[in-house]
Nanobody, 124 residues
């Protein structure tokens, strides 16, 4: 099994920044696991935000966050980060960490492991 625990959410004003973290653990977690972030706003479906390959050499971003969000990982700490800058109220959502061997898919149902989520609220 793989356990994912997110942290770093909170309330921030529009234009502000937050850094989310997701710590991975479990016997099934290996350095070849890709990691990613998704988000879900009230009344909306869960959507892809960003993903990073197991080596950290490849990243992928949703168009809505490109240029504002940066995903990174520290394999020694088994942790993935999401640096979020220039936040807007449209970014308000619960943010979830996901893991899958080799590559994280943009379709949420295709990914194997999920964290419990951390809430991000951006006030105008």
């Amino acid at each position: 099994q793989v356990q994912l625990v997110e942290s770093g959410g909170g309330l921030v004003q529009a234009g502000g920044s937050l850094r989310l973290s997701c710590a991975a653990s479990g016997r099934a977690f290996s350095s070849t696991m890709a990691l990613g972030w998704f988000r879900q706003a009230p009344g909306k479906e869960r959507e892809f935000v960003a993903a990073i390959s197991w080596s950290g050499g490849r990243t992928d971003y949703a168009d809505s966050v490109k240029g504002r969000f940066t995903i990174s990982r520290d394999n020694a700490k088994k942790t993935v980060y999401l640096q979020m800058n220039s936040l807007s109220p449209e970014d308000t959502a619960a943010y979830y960490c996901a893991a899958r061997p080799i590559v994280v898919h943009r379709r949420p149902d295709d990914n194997d492991y999920w964290g419990q989520g951390t809430q991000v609220t951006v006030s105008s």
